[in-house]
């Protein structure tokens, strides 16, 4: 990444103020490296010496040599969420994150493949989340939902996740809103997902997929095809093949643009690099997020900053995207039409 001049301190100050909403968030790449070791120290689990200090830690994010390097530090997140409280205290901590960032919903992707074999069960993380989540919205004043995701390269579970899910949702205020799906794309394309992905639909549950990242238009044409998804994460790689951006701009299908996340992990070389202003030219329907705002050393703030100072995006297209997300929302339209008018004081910043 080119080295660029410090960011301008009265526009960060005018994005501060902005309401928010947060689409494209993963918990497991939202735990403070100070929070990651209590953990592991808790649970007496052995951390690698290069990662003895939340400094140390801290110095091996952004710092990316491949997906699969990403990966493994995202794991080691997973590795030390144990117990229901290790969720609950993640969470609340995340909660107040977004306060921070002056976010007014989140919609949450968790991972629950990861926690099939924990003593605890994926019940009682559910309930502790809840838990989280209500008073995260009594205390701060933030909506927050779930999109639990399944992982491209493991698809055996995912029959298993995914009924567990549908479960949940026919209890009530479970707080889970889509079915996503994570993980690399290339050899393992959206159509091994295919059935799942339907009967999840048939019970109100929609696709909510990353596509577009690691692989380019082939996995964003598959995923469109076989999920019919009404929103995609990242998508970026449409930039590629303008007939696919035509097709998302006439679905309005909205894409869940991450700029520090596919710089880091190495799909554009800099923010120079990265299509943004190419997909808005084309009139795609997209928003700006975080994905792992801890493990890219990132918040909302900074990525409107980047894509104002770097990539060429206007405030008004940064305003009505903001506004795009909560439309792409899984909100219920009454609370929509509550958080729209939140969202409306956007224009006096
Ligand atoms: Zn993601």
């Given at each position: 990444m080119h080295a660029h001049p410090p960011l301008d301190t009265q526009l960060h100050e005018r994005i501060r103020q902005l309401a928010k909403v947060e689409l494209h968030l993963h918990l497991e790449g939202s735990i403070s490296p100070e929070t990651l070791l209590d953990l592991a120290k808790k649970h007496q689990f052995?951390?690698?010496?290069?990662?003895?200090?939340?400094?140390?830690?801290?110095?091996?994010?952004?710092?990316?040599?491949?997906?699969?390097?990403?990966v493994n530090i995202f794991i080691l997140g997973v590795n030390c969420l144990k117990t229901p409280e290790d969720f609950y205290l993640v969470m609340k901590q995340l909660g107040a994150r977004l306060a921070s960032q002056n976010v007014l919903y989140a919609e949450v992707t968790w991972t629950p493949q990861f926690y099939l074999l924990r003593p605890c069960g994926l019940d009682s993380i559910l309930r502790v989340l809840n838990q989280a989540r209500r008073e995260i919205e009594t205390e701060l004043g933030i909506r927050v939902r779930w999109i639990p995701d399944l992982i491209r390269n493991f698809p055996k579970p995912a029959p298993k996740v995914t009924q567990w899910l549908i479960q949940q949702m026919r209890r009530g205020d479970s707080g889970i809103v889509a079915l996503g799906l994570g993980g690399p794309e290339y050899a393992h394309p959206a159509s091994n997902f295919e059935l799942i992905f339907q009967a999840a639909r048939e019970c109100g549950l929609p696709a909510n997929p990353h596509a577009g990242e690691n692989d380019g238009p082939i996995s964003v044409r598959n995923t469109l095809h076989c999920l019919q998804p009404r929103r995609i994460g990242h998508g970026v790689r449409a930039s590629e093949d303008p007939e696919l951006m035509a097709l998302l701009r006439t679905q309005r299908t909205h894409l869940e643009v991450c700029l520090s996340s596919n710089i880091q992990l190495g799909i554009y070389a800099d923010f120079e690099q990265h299509p943004l202003r190419t997909l808005l030219d084309a009139g795609c329907e997209l928003s700006l997020h975080t994905d792992d705002p801890v493990l890219f050393q990132t918040s909302l703030n900074q990525e409107y900053q980047y894509a104002l100072e770097y990539c060429g995006m206007h405030w008004n297209e940064l305003l009505q995207s903001i506004n795009a997300a909560l439309n792409a929302s899984y909100l219920d339209e009454s609370t929509k039409r509550i958080l729209q008018k939140e969202l409306s004081r956007n224009s006096m910043v």
């Open positions: 052995t951390i690698p010496a290069k990662f003895a200090t939340p400094d140390l830690v801290r110095s091996h994010y952004s710092r990316y040599k491949d997906f699969r390097d990403f």
